[in-house]
Every structure is written in C-alpha cells, then in structure tokens.
C-alpha cells in the first residue's frame, strides 16, 4: 500500500509559476514510476508527466519546456515545476505511483488555478 499526499497547488497569475510536491509512502519509493496527472472539469485525467526509478522523464507535448518532474529518493518526494503557466493548466493535479507490479496509486489531488 502507498499514500500520496500532493501540496503545492494554488492561485497563480498566467506566465507565474508553482511547484508541486508529493510525498510517498513506504520504504520502496525509489522503484516506482512517478507520475503527474491532471484533470480538468469535463475532461479525462491526463499525464501531465512522470518520471521512472532510473530518472526517464516524459511529458505531455502541451507541458514540454515549461514543467519538469524530478524526484528525491532520499525524501520519498517527486516534485513537479511548472513555469509560464497558462489558463489552460488549470486542472486538479494528481500525484500518482506506479509498483514494479503495474499496480497504481492516487494522491487526493491538488487544485491549481491560472488566472488570465
């Protein structure tokens, strides 16, 4: 079993920038994949992106260059730094964590709103 706590979210100007972060449950952090998902009213959750134990990032073509995903093993965190932030990210973001076994778990979610 892993919880995810995510904090971080908020009310932010477009072009301003915040930083996520979650923080993990369990001893075994460092072998899982992490992930970033955010969900808009009337939209399906989509990966924003997500980060593997060996550090291989991915991201959503729509984030590429403004956010990035890193983790601290040591802390059981994995962040997400998103920059030039626009209307249109805003979402619920979700931290989630993936076990070697393909079994994943969810965060509460965090709300970030970009104002024009």
């Known amino acids: 079993q892993v919880q995810l706590v995510e904090s971080g979210g908020g009310l932010v100007q477009a072009g301003g920038s915040l930083r996520l972060s979650c923080v993990a449950s369990g001893r075994l952090f460092s072998r899982n994949t992490m992930g970033w998902y955010r969900q808009a009213p009337g939209n399906q959750r989509e990966l924003v992106a997500s980060?593997?134990?060996?550090?291989?990032?991915n991201y959503a073509d729509s984030v590429k260059g403004r956010f990035t995903i890193s983790r601290d093993n040591a802390k059981n965190t994995v962040y997400l730094q998103m920059n030039s932030l626009k209307p249109e990210d805003t979402a619920v973001y979700f931290c989630s964590s993936t076990v070697p076994s393909l079994l994943q778990y969810w965060g509460q979610g965090t709300q970030v709103t970009v104002s024009s």
């Open positions: 980060i593997s134990a060996v550090l291989s990032a």
